[in-house]
């Protein structure tokens, strides 16, 4: 039963629209679905490692650090700002689609997106060490719990976005034409600009 409830709460977690999903859209519409799974995995390896740092304490040391805690905060900052104003300037410029030569060292680049912009955002960790020990049954062994807790979240995450992936990337042919392409850029630029200062201005 305590599992269903998790699954279910990491449904909703993963269906908040958030900077996980502004960048996993970005790259999907920038450079198709195989970008955008990319960027999902490199997501869901950042969600496993502060998974995993709950599980052994390590998200309680980013906690109890205040200094810890604003160096990320704000690294992650710069990460989606530097993120929006891009896209912003590329739609100023007209974007074109990714030529097929682009594709591996483009996935590359998607995957690190998504696991830069995870693994540099300390609300993830604090979020993980709060979430994850809710779901944890009285009596079971916590480490080995929360583990598996945290794999359960990654694989509920791979579901949701990768439908979301499917979907934008279906929708690819009306997606290509330039206007909408350009105008997609500079709202998902505007949207990773307006996360990144929230985040930079924002306390705990």
Same mark, same amino acid.
């Given at each position: 039963?305590?599992?269903?409830?998790?699954? /279910?709460?990491?449904?909703?977690?993963?269906?908040?629209?958030?900077?996980?999903?502004?960048?996993?859209?970005? $790259?999907?519409?920038?450079?198709?679905?195989?970008?955008?799974?990319?960027?999902?995995? /490199?997501?869901?390896?950042?969600?496993?490692?502060?998974?995993?740092?709950?599980?052994?304490?390590?998200?309680?040391?980013?906690? @109890? %650090? $205040?200094? *810890?805690?604003?160096?990320?905060?704000?690294?992650?900052?710069?990460?989606?700002?530097?993120?929006?104003?891009? %896209?912003?300037?590329?739609?100023?410029?007209?974007? *074109?689609?990714?030529?097929?030569? $682009?594709?591996?060292?483009?996935?590359?680049?998607?995957?690190? @997106?998504?696991?830069?912009?995870?693994?540099?955002?300390?609300? *993830?960790?604090?979020?993980?060490?709060?979430?994850?020990?809710?779901?944890?049954?009285?009596?079971?062994?916590?480490?080995?719990?929360?583990?598996?807790? @945290? @794999?359960?979240?990654?694989?509920?995450?791979?579901?949701?976005? /990768?439908?979301?992936?499917?979907?934008?990337?279906?929708?690819?042919?009306?997606?290509?034409?330039?206007?909408?392409?350009?105008?997609?850029?500079?709202?998902?630029?505007?949207?990773?600009?307006?996360? /990144?200062?929230?985040?930079?201005?924002? %306390?705990?």
């Amino acid at each position: 039963m305590y599992l269903l409830a998790f699954v /279910g709460a990491c449904l909703l977690v993963a269906m908040a629209p958030g900077v996980s999903t502004a960048v996993i859209l970005r $790259q999907t519409l920038r450079a198709g679905r195989g970008s955008g799974l990319a960027a999902t995995l /490199g997501n869901e390896t950042g969600i496993l490692l502060w998974g995993l740092s709950a599980a052994f304490g390590l998200s309680a040391l980013l906690a @109890a %650090s $205040q200094l *810890a805690y604003d160096v990320m905060r704000v690294a992650g900052a710069c990460v989606l700002l530097v993120m929006g104003v891009q %896209s912003i300037l590329r739609a100023g410029k007209g974007a *074109a689609p990714e030529v097929e030569a $682009q594709a591996v060292p483009g996935r590359r680049r998607s995957y690190l @997106a998504g696991l830069g912009t995870c693994a540099a955002n300390p609300k *993830a960790g604090v979020f993980a060490m709060s979430f994850l020990p809710q779901f944890v049954p009285q009596g079971q062994n916590v480490p080995v719990t929360l583990v598996t807790l @945290a @794999a359960v979240w990654v694989l509920v995450d791979l579901l949701w976005y /990768g439908l979301l992936v499917w979907a934008v990337a279906k929708a690819g042919a009306w997606l290509s034409r330039p206007a909408v392409r350009r105008t997609l850029e500079r709202i998902s630029g505007v949207v990773l600009v307006g996360l /990144g200062v929230r985040l930079a201005v924002e %306390s705990r």
